[in-house]
């Protein structure tokens, strides 16, 4: 059996365009649109949708399903676990506590045995595709971009990263860093 875990980063939001935003960041109206494009890629698939429990995220899974799945599992990891810079003044802990939630939600999406969508954030889905690509993956993950993890029996491997085929040009992000 072959099923697919569809990674979503959610939409763009003012925290991509200005990285000392302090509030929790909302979709911008481009984030929205390209929340809205999502449809085309996920057009005529049954698929069961799962949404970080933060506002961008569930704002975007809202453009695929009206009642997403929400865990908090899928919210936003530190950037150091995926090979990013260090933040100054990260709370103690925080490492640990978020690598272990990161692994929770991995068992999670790797144990469904259906196709399913996760929005959730850039770096989780770097730690997920770290998951099989064991380095310091920081690439770029754009808002609104689909990366596929394919699993056949138990055998897993990744089959896009950060795709925006499905958005426009104009819908497309200039500055998409999010220094979480």
């Known amino acids: 059996m072959v099923n697919h875990i569809y990674l979503v980063r959610h939409g763009e939001t003012q925290a991509n365009l200005d990285p000392a935003w302090k509030e929790e960041p ?15 890629y996920f057009k005529q698939r049954n698929l069961k949708i799962y949404s970080s429990s933060l506002k961008r995220s569930i704002q975007t899974a809202r453009q695929l399903t ?17 090979g990013g810079p260090e ?8 490492y640990e506590e978020d690598s272990q939630r990161a ?10 045995n259906e196709d399913i969508v996760v929005v959730c954030h850039g770096n ?5 595709l770290n998951k099989l690509v ?7 993950i754009h808002p609104s971009s689909v990366s596929i993890i394919k ?28 220094v979480e």
Request: cysteine-free; aromatic content about 12%.
């Open 66 to 82: 009206n009642t997403p799945i929400v865990k908090s599992d899928f919210n936003e990891i530190y950037r150091k676990l995926v």
């Open 151 to 178: 699993k056949a029996e138990k055998k897993l491997s990744i089959v896009k990263v950060s795709d925006t085929w499905h958005l426009r040009n104009e819908e497309l992000s200039q500055a998409t860093e999010y």
């Open 124 to 128: 989780i889905i770097r730690f997920f």
């Open 87 to 94: 933040k100054p003044n990260t709370r103690p802990n925080r």
């Open 103 to 112: 692994e929770t939600a991995w068992e999670f999406i790797t144990s469904q």
């Open 134 to 140: 064991p380095t310091d993956f920081y690439s770029e």
């Open 26 to 40: 909302e979709l911008t109206s481009k984030g929205v649109l390209q929340a809205k494009a999502l449809k085309k």
